[in-house]
């Protein structure tokens, strides 16, 4: 922890604060079908021929559950369509590899994990998506996921601001321009700068390299069928193989990988991610993806403030927000700079802090950021490996996915789930004085509590869930690298990713089987929607009633009052909920560590 | 033709699973309206 990466964090927080309000005023106008922006002259004649292609009126308004239709229609064909291009992409041009059609239950599960914006990868990028399938299936869902996300943040903070109305915005225009003013004009500033940094962006046949050292090593040997052979004891039998050649991946990747941060999608190209070289190419470039990750998160707690006329307000979740970014990111640095005391006893690395799984371009530093940023964000992205993090280490991605990835969050998906937060907190502080709860001249009645739970209900039955049966059943034990405590974090921080749309992989875990396939598309699913239609039907609920005065027993949604309470529910909301998994996996893990066993 | 029609199955029964859950958030959107 020296003064060059205390200088970074600060730096680092500095252009996070300072893109907060131009941006978050530039979404205000976004997201108001009337507003003006410096694109209108070239995109707003887009903008009008796509509503007349679509047969979308944009002056006529939905009410909450003709948006959340809109919505799923969308998601719906969406997915099918990705499921479509996947399963086909061995007949369909711009695949120079020659690369074959994806299994059905590894489509399912891609074609749902980028509908959700959860870019969950159960498979290699470079060795299984061709040309096609990464541009058209998968990075057209970038957009599209992203988009959902924005808007239904959009119109939850309309149902907040607007009062005795009957309708949250139109689905259709809402979507329209998000994608058009907001995601692709920094997408392409976003993707040429990365080219400049040395990202690639071609459509060439990957290169075979030939190597000056030739490498021998020892695989698996395989019959006709390409099954392995196994000796009479039922072990793999192996033979040596001599590696004279390297294939490097090419390919149109900076286009894909300015959504990817931006949109907080996070699906790497290549199977290594961020830490790839070509995917990731410099400090710089490191940087500015981590900067990409949380900056609409970000600007969204301003356009809430501009909206609900309460800027104040905006900066308080931003405040709260930020509490938690930074204890995150201090506790994810001191435990991996700390180290891991064994191999310390061992004399392995001892000055060098928990170097394993992380790409030595980067170091500790930028690998616990980047790990902290991209699981404050619904992001899956990594630059480094989340499953050789020290316990503690790994237990702050693991908390941040589980807390709703709120601090910041998801395009949109952070927004509306703090919003979760924000209402029972009011409600708490209401409970306390013995007052009726009220939030911005609302009243927060029987009905918005009751959608407001079901939102946050459904993510830890569904965690919990899935992760029970996985860890008593032979389908989801015998994918696992590790068994103890270890095996149990690599399952529950897979259907943790999966049902908060984040996407990062523990490792560790072999998920491309038919069932953690299926089961991680369904916990997708279910995460995704399952929260987002009681949300739009609070966004309904909200915009219908009347404002009321504020009076002496309103709790004030300003201050440091607000901020404290509201981080400590989300503290604490999370910690009852997933305490006692957590303990099972990462803690106790944590604690037999420190008594010199390893799993 | 008995590997072809178990591909076609197993299509038919993730595309079958995408449009039930799809289905099913309508109903539960409905569920919430009644609540």
């Given at each position: 922890m020296n003064s060059h990466q205390w200088l970074e964090l600060a730096v680092y927080i500095a252009a996070l604060v300072l893109v907060t309000k131009p941006l978050g005023l530039y979404i205000n106008r976004v997201l108001n079908p009337a507003g003006r922006t410096w694109l209108d002259p070239v995109l707003r004649p887009l903008e009008n021929l796509t509503y007349r292609v679509l047969g979308v009126n944009p002056a006529r308004e939905h009410d909450w559950k003709q948006y959340a239709f809109a919505m799923l229609l969308f998601s719906l064909v969406s997915c099918?369509?990705?499921?479509?291009?996947?399963?086909?992409?061995?007949?369909?041009?711009?695949?120079?590899?020659?690369?074959?059609?994806?299994?059905?239950?590894?489509?399912?599960?891609?074609?749902?994990?980028?509908?959700?914006?959860?870019?969950?990868?159960?498979?290699?990028?470079?060795?299984t998506m061709s040309y096609l399938s990464q541009m058209v299936a998968l990075a057209i869902q970038n957009f599209f996921s992203a988009a959902v996300g924005i808007a239904v943040a959009g119109a939850l903070v309309r149902g907040i601001a607007r009062h005795t109305a009957q309708t949250i915005g139109n689905f259709w225009v809402d979507l329209t321009r998000i994608i058009y003013y907001l995601l692709l004009p920094i997408c392409l500033v976003l993707a040429l700068f990365f080219v400049s940094q040395g990202m690639i962006q071609n459509f060439k046949p990957y290169t075979a390299a030939r190597l000056i050292e030739p490498q021998t090593v020892s695989v698996p040997k395989t019959d006709a069928n390409?099954?392995?052979?196994?000796?009479?004891?039922?072990?793999?039998?192996?033979?040596?193989?001599?590696?004279?050649?390297?294939?490097?991946?090419?390919?149109?990747?900076?286009?894909?990988?300015?959504?990817?941060?931006?949109?907080?999608?996070?699906?790497?190209?290549?199977?290594?991610?961020?830490?790839?070289?070509?995917?990731n190419p410099t400090p710089l470039s490191n940087f500015f993806q981590m900067l990409a990750l949380l900056c609409i998160g970000s600007a969204m707690t301003y356009h809430l403030g501009r909206e609900t006329k309460n800027q104040k307000h905006g900066w308080a979740v931003w405040s709260a927000m930020f509490a938690m970014f930074l204890?995150?990111?201090?506790?994810?640095?001191?435990?991996?700079?700390?180290?891991?005391?064994?191999?310390?006893?061992?004399?392995?690395?001892?000055?060098?802090?928990?170097?394993?799984?992380?790409?030595?371009?980067?170091?500790?530093?930028?690998?616990?950021?980047?790990?902290?940023?991209?699981?404050?964000?619904?992001?899956?992205?990594?630059?480094s490996m989340h499953d050789s993090f020290t316990p503690v280490g790994g237990l702050v991605p693991m908390f941040n996915i589980q807390t709703g990835e709120v601090i910041f969050g998801g395009v949109g998906a952070g927004l509306y789930g703090m919003l979760i937060f924000v209402i029972l907190a009011v409600f708490i502080a209401g409970l306390m004085v013995g007052r009726t709860p009220e939030y911005l001249g609302k009243k927060i009645e029987a009905y918005d509590v009751k959608m407001t739970l079901l939102a946050f209900v459904i993510l830890a039955f569904i965690i919990l869930g899935f992760t029970a049966w996985a860890s008593v059943s032979n389908?989801?034990?015998?994918?696992?690298?590790?068994?103890?405590?270890?095996?149990?974090?690599?399952?529950?921080?897979?259907?943790?990713?999966?049902?908060?749309?984040?996407?990062?992989?523990?490792?560790?875990?072999?998920?491309?089987?038919?069932?953690?396939?299926?089961?991680?598309?369904?916990?997708?699913?279910?995460?995704?929607?399952?929260?987002?239609?009681?949300?739009?039907?609070?966004?309904?609920?909200?915009?219908?009633?009347k404002i009321v005065p504020a009076s002496v027993?309103?709790?004030?949604?300003?201050?440091?009052?607000?901020?404290?309470?509201?981080v400590g529910t989300v503290i604490l909301?999370?910690?009852?909920?997933?305490?006692?998994?957590?303990?099972?996996?990462?803690?106790?893990e944590h604690l037999l560590m420190l008594k010199g066993t390893l799993f | 033709m008995p590997m072809v029609r178990l591909k076609i199955m197993l299509d038919v029964i993730y595309i079958g699973i995408v449009i039930a859950f799809f289905a099913a958030f309508l109903l539960y959107a409905r569920g919430c309206e009644n609540l």
């Open positions: 099918l369509f990705t499921y479509a291009i996947l399963r086909l992409q061995d007949i369909l041009p711009l695949n120079p590899q020659h690369l074959g059609a994806l299994s059905q239950h590894l489509a399912f599960n891609t074609a749902v994990s980028f509908t959700t914006n959860t870019n969950w990868q159960s498979y290699g990028g470079e060795s390409g099954k392995p052979v196994v000796d009479a004891q039922g072990n793999p039998v192996m033979v040596n193989q001599t590696l004279d050649t390297q294939t490097i991946v090419q390919g149109p990747m900076a286009s894909q990988m300015a959504i990817k941060m931006l949109g907080t999608n996070g699906g790497g190209y290549t199977n290594a991610n961020a830490t790839h070289p070509f995917e204890a995150g990111v201090l506790v994810c640095w001191w435990a991996e700079a700390r180290g891991n005391p064994i191999h310390q006893q061992l004399g392995v690395a001892a000055a060098d802090g928990n170097l394993e799984g992380k790409e030595v371009r980067f170091g500790i530093f930028d690998s616990a950021l980047f790990a902290t940023v991209t699981t404050d964000a619904s992001c899956g992205a990594v630059n389908w989801g034990t015998s994918s696992l690298a590790n068994q103890g405590p270890h095996g149990l974090s690599e399952m529950l921080y897979a259907y943790t990713s999966g049902a908060g749309n984040n996407g990062s992989a523990f490792a560790g875990l072999n998920a491309n089987t038919p069932w953690w396939d299926t089961t991680l598309g369904i916990d997708m699913l279910l995460g995704r929607f399952g929260m987002i239609v009681p949300l739009l039907a609070l966004a309904g609920s909200l915009a219908r009633k027993g309103t709790f004030p949604v300003t201050g440091v009052t607000f901020v404290v309470l509201l909301v999370g910690a009852l909920t997933f305490l006692p998994a957590l303990t099972l996996g990462p803690i106790v | -």
